[in-house]
């Protein structure tokens, strides 16, 4: 009978154990999911307020300001026209991405340290973006570069943050996950732009000029991003490497990528 009774209450604790457990795990998934949604809160603001509305036009009078009589800028002695500068500093942004994300995404999945790198790319941009304020008067270059730091960290950043979700979320939750995170970065980027909005809009009642008023919102955005940037890196956690990809080097990736090249040639 003891025997009995035994049995039942060591399994009846085996399965509290395993409740608890199980729990946990639940509780600790929320938590990095509510930790996830603050990054799109975080750098949604730089791809409405800054990419979007004002940095186009802004840094085009500044290029404008610095062009030579028929119109064109010599970013290192390539004439370009001072309308299109900010264009082909987007062009280039992707192009720097697009090298730099194979490489980071590697090293990523070997050390399993995901974290770190996200930090490293999304305060490379937040600076970068907050830079932005001493954008004036014919700075062009300066603009830039500036643009092509921030937009292709911002890649990278997204890069990263979107090869969380599998990790915090398992197959039945990772639509409901994705899109809270979706309705985060969209009330986030709405929010402050309507604030920027009424600075601009409103700038002579502020107190500030328009050109002023412009910086702000640029430099705003970009401290936006690195404060909020804060909460997911608190929350995340790093897993271990898989087995099959911790002794794995960068050296893949850019085989992956020329491979993709290859692939994208021979099928015109």
């Not at 999945?109 to 999304?122: I, V, Y």
């Not at 990278?156 to 979107?162: E, F, G, R, S, T």
Request: charged content about 15%; proline content about 5%.
């Amino acid at each position: 009978m003891r025997g009995i009774l035994g049995g039942e209450a060591g399994a009846l604790v085996g399965t509290d154990t395993v409740r608890t457990e199980a729990s946990d795990d639940a509780a600790g998934r929320r938590r990095e999911q509510r930790g996830w949604y603050f990054y799109d809160w975080a750098c949604s603001v730089y791809s409405t307020s800054v990419l979007t509305v004002f940095l186009g036009p802004y840094l085009t009078s500044v290029a404008k300001n610095a062009a030579d009589p028929d119109g064109y800028v010599h970013p290192l002695g390539i004439p370009v026209r001072a309308g299109s500068f900010f264009a082909y500093s987007v062009s280039l942004s992707v192009i720097a991405a697009v090298l730099v994300m194979p490489l980071v995404g590697a090293a990523a999945d070997r050390t399993g340290r995901k974290k770190p790198f996200l930090g490293a790319a999304a305060y490379t941009g937040a600076a970068a973006t907050t830079g932005m304020f001493f954008l004036s008067g014919d700075r062009y270059l300066l603009g830039g570069v500036l643009l092509v730091v921030a937009n292709a960290a911002q890649s990278v950043a997204m890069m990263l943050y979107n090869s969380y979700l599998p990790q915090i979320a398992p197959p039945e939750e990772r639509d409901a996950v994705s899109s809270r995170g979706w309705a985060f970065g969209y009330a986030a980027g709405s929010l402050v732009l309507v604030v920027n909005l009424v600075l601009y809009l409103a700038h002579d009642a502020f107190g500030v000029s328009e050109s002023t008023a412009v910086r702000i919102c640029l430099a705003s955005a970009g401290l936006w991003w690195g404060g909020f940037t804060l909460i997911p890196l608190l929350r995340l956690r790093d897993r271990p490497p898989a087995a099959a990809s911790a002794g794995t080097a960068s050296t893949p990736g850019l085989r992956q990528l020329v491979a993709t090249f290859r692939t994208c040639a021979a099928t015109r």
